[in-house]
């Protein structure tokens, strides 16, 4: 696997910077302040009786973490875009925790997934695993094992992968952060950039998030740390532009 290679050649090149890596993750641990997640678990977006049925899953990005409501994050922004393109309403569920990598989530949260069919299933991911330094082997394993226990509760729902957070520009990070973690998950990103090939009913949004592209798109003035809400977590601004990607990669699996 050409990705756990690359990934033990950079930790061999980077055996000399490791104290100051260490050190400097300490700090900006506790410069980011711990926000809260957005309160609640579940609602409707739209207006009509037969709704779509979106279930959200992963780590704080999705469980809204800074966000004052689920309505302007993760799910309720999937929601509202997808409630657009499909004219009827949608409602959503977030089953997600601050924390928590991939393995975390198989283990404490698919679980909590309902029995009832659910029409969507977007799984957001990655942040954790990278501050782990877990493996691109063992990022990919857990992946699968994810997808397989999401399957046994929900054998025919669509499952999209979100594309992984963009950790090499969060502005908490100093630049030796961001180019170590940056370089780690692109290597997450590409391990497993062909489950869709080996999965069947998965897809994978793989496009690489390119903060500067989201800059240019928006119709005011912005710059990087309007795109956060504490220098790690997305703002309010950041979870439309993200989910609108999502959702422009996910609509043509469910019925566009």
């Given at each position: 696997m050409r990705q756990q290679l690359l990934y033990f050649l950079r930790f061999a090149l980077s055996l000399p910077l490791l104290p100051v890596l260490y050190v400097q993750g300490r700090r900006a641990r506790k410069r980011v302040p711990k926000l809260p997640e957005a309160p609640g678990s579940e609602g409707v977006t739209g207006n009509g009786t037969d709704p779509l049925r979106l279930l959200t899953l992963g780590e704080s990005t999705v469980a809204g973490v800074g966000m004052p409501d689920h309505r302007v994050g993760f799910a309720g922004r999937i929601a509202a875009h997808l409630a657009e393109r499909a004219g009827r309403s949608v409602a959503w569920r977030v089953v997600a925790r601050s924390g928590y990598a991939a393995r975390d989530v198989?283990?404490?949260?698919?679980?909590?997934?309902?029995?009832?069919?659910?029409?969507?299933?977007?799984?957001?991911?990655?942040?954790?695993?990278?501050?782990?330094?877990?493996?691109?082997?063992?990022?990919?394993?857990?992946?699968?094992?994810?997808?397989?226990?999401?399957?046994?509760?929900?054998?025919?729902?669509?499952?999209?992968?979100?594309n992984l957070p963009p950790v090499g520009e969060f502005p908490a990070f100093p630049?030796?952060?961001?180019?170590?973690?940056?370089?780690?998950?692109?290597?997450?990103?590409?391990?497993?950039?062909?489950?869709?090939?080996?999965?069947?009913?998965?897809?994978?949004?793989?496009?690489?998030?390119?903060?500067?592209?989201?800059?240019?798109?928006?119709?005011?003035?912005?710059?990087?740390?309007?795109?956060?809400?504490?220098?790690?977590?997305?703002?309010?601004?950041?979870?439309?532009?993200?989910?609108?990607?999502?959702?422009?990669?996910?609509?043509?699996r469910i019925g566009g």
């Open positions: 198989t283990q404490r949260l698919v679980p909590l997934i309902p029995g009832d069919p659910q029409d969507l299933i977007v799984i957001g991911l990655g942040g954790n695993d990278t501050f782990q330094l877990n493996s691109p082997r063992r990022w990919r394993r857990d992946m699968i094992a994810l997808v397989g226990a999401i399957r046994e509760r929900q054998p025919e729902c669509p499952i999209v992968i979100a630049p030796l952060m961001q180019g170590f973690l940056g370089a780690l998950v692109r290597l997450h990103g590409d391990a497993i950039a062909d489950l869709p090939a080996r999965l069947p009913g998965v897809h994978y949004v793989a496009r690489r998030i390119r903060l500067r592209d989201w800059i240019e798109q928006s119709d005011r003035p912005i710059v990087i740390d309007d795109l956060f809400c504490d220098g790690v977590h997305p703002s309010a601004l950041t979870y439309d532009l993200w989910t609108r990607e999502i959702v422009e990669h996910a609509w043509p």
